[in-house]
Structure formats: C-alpha cells, structure tokens
C-alpha cells in the first residue's frame, strides 16, 4: 500500500490520539493535584514503555520486532529518553501550577517551532510563512500570558513551564523522526519512555518516600487508564505517523490538544473556558494554519523575492 493511501488511516489514528490525550491531560491534572509530578509522570512512562515494547516483543500486532545495535541504544538515551524526560518534567510540573487548558494551549504552539526548526530564514514566501506563523503563534502567548504578568500571579512559572513543555515537545517529535530513519517508530517510543521513566527513577523514589503519595483505587485507576489510553495506544499512532510524515505535519495535529483537552477539564473537573484563553486559542491556530498553508501558491506567487 502506498502512503499516499495510508494517509487516511495515518490521519484517523491522529485524530484518535488527540482526542486520548485531551482525556490524559485532564488525567494528569487531577492526579497531580495530590500525586508528585516527577512521580506522576516518571511512572507512568516507565510502565508505558515496558507494556509497549512487550507487545512488541512478543506479539506481530503492531509488527515485526528486530533487535537494536549499542550504538542505536546508545542513542535512544541521549536523543530519545532524554528529551523526552525533559519535556515529562516540564509538562506534569506545568499541570500542577497552571490550568490544563493553557497548558495544552502552549504544547499546541509545537508545530510552529517545528516549522522553524526545519528551515532557516531565507528570502522566499516559505520563510515568509514559517516566521509569520510564529510571530502570530507568539502573540497568542502574550494574550495567555499578560493577564499573569499584570496581576503578578504565583501561576508564572507553570506558565513558563507549559511553553517549556512546548520546545522539549518539538525536539522529542524532532529527534523521534531522525531515531526513525533506521529503527522502527515504535520501538523509538516504547524504548523512550521506559528510557525516560528510568532516567527520572532517583526523582520519583524521592518524591514518592519524602512527599508520599495516596495509594488508593481511584489515583491508580487514573494512572493505569492514563499508561494505557494515555501513553501506550496514542504514543503507538504518533511514532507511526512521524515514520511516515514530516514533523511539523504531524505536529499540526497538536492544534486540537487544547480543544480536546478544554472540554475535557471543562466537563470532568469543571475548569472554566475564559475569554482570554479563547482569544489566545484564536491567534495559535491562525499561526499554525498560516504555517501549513503554502502561500505563494496559493496566490500565484514567486517562490523567491
């Protein structure tokens, strides 16, 4: 089958994946409510990357399984578990102090960086709508931001830590799609997020014997439909797009996390859609649309000027 036929498929399982992570992240919000983030989000990957890679290894569901080189180890560690470990820090601690909504809304500027990252200015209208897409992405961030900066809110940093959560995002999809090229997507996401959860492993012993954590059915029924739906299925749609697609197209899927994530919190945990958070909403999707949209063809245009 060729890949143009898969696109549909390809698409459909984005779509899927959205719509678990709007779930997730309402998940992970109330979780670290009472859980530690580290611990949170340490643990969740550990488990994660071992279910997925058992499947893998023992199963032909989602393909064929073929051993890994030191060398490919070796970097799976440095570019896939690190990085990822990186953005699961900044992204449990951004839940914490921020509402999920703005966090989500910050993980959905990840295309437009991705975009930058792909091309250096240049004097042509594809340069001309990388940089456009950003500056407007941007804008939508200021909005987000501004009513903090005014009023001085204690919700700064998780503010800083959901854009944070954004760049480490970018790089993560980056570095999966160059691990990819000679090892199976899949295995590229089971390796790292047991990778990344065995990195934060000191972190989350330490947050779970210092701060303790409330072992009760309800927390780890949470934690377990947020490893499975949260991390196993969607991760498994995600690396298999990004083998497929460039990252900034598959990056733009990120645009409907905050949707999916607003009307999740919105309707399980009843955090309110402010106008703010609308209006920011507004100038990210114009971003990321503008950075898709091929403008010099669109208007008849030379490609250079």
Same mark, same amino acid.
């Given at each position: ?48 990357? $071992? ?8 199963? @032909?569901? !989602? +393909? /064929?399984?073929?051993? =890994? &080189? ?74 987000? $931001? ?8 204690? @919700?700064? !940093? +998780? /503010?800083?830590?959901? =854009? &944070? ?86 990056? !733009? ?53």
């Amino acid at each position: 089958m060729s890949e143009h036929k898969n696109n549909p498929a390809i698409a459909g399982g984005l779509l899927l994946t959205v719509i678990l992570w709007g779930g997730n992240n309402a998940g992970t919000k109330w979780l670290v409510s009472s859980w530690p983030p580290i611990f949170t989000g340490g643990t969740r990957f550990l488990f994660a990357g $071992f279910i997925l890679l058992a499947v893998l290894r023992f199963t @032909n569901l !989602l +393909g /064929e399984f073929k051993p =890994l &080189s030191f060398i490919e180890y070796r970097n799976l560690w440095l570019r896939g578990g690190l990085s990822l470990a990186a953005y699961v820090v900044a992204f449990c601690w951004a839940f914490r102090l921020a509402p999920a909504s703005h966090v989500a809304l910050y993980l959905g500027t990840s295309p437009v960086w991705a975009l930058v990252w792909e091309e250096k200015p240049g004097r042509n209208w594809a340069s001309v709508r990388r940089y456009g897409a950003a500056i407007l992405a941007l804008s939508g961030i200021i909005v987000l $931001f501004w009513p903090v900066l005014k009023t001085g809110s204690s @919700n700064a !940093l +998780g /503010e800083l830590l959901g =854009l &944070s959560a954004s760049f480490f995002w970018a790089n993560f999809n980056h570095q999966s799609r160059q691990l990819a090229r000679n090892i199976n997507g899949l295995e590229v996401a089971a390796n790292a997020m047991w990778m990344a959860g065995a990195s934060l492993l000191p972190f989350v012993l330490f947050d779970a014997f210092t701060r303790g954590i409330q072992a009760d059915t309800k927390h780890f029924g949470v934690q377990s439909l947020c490893i499975l739906f949260g991390s196993v299925v969607p991760y498994a749609f995600w690396n298999t797009a990004l083998r497929h697609w460039q990252t900034s197209r598959v990056l !733009l899927f990120n645009n409907l996390i905050p949707l999916t994530t607003t009307l999740w919190v919105h309707y399980t945990l009843g955090e309110p859609i402010t106008q703010t958070f609308c209006m920011a909403m507004a100038l990210v999707i114009g971003g990321v649309i503008i950075g898709q949209v091929d403008l010099a063809k669109f208007f008849n245009l030379p490609e250079c000027f």
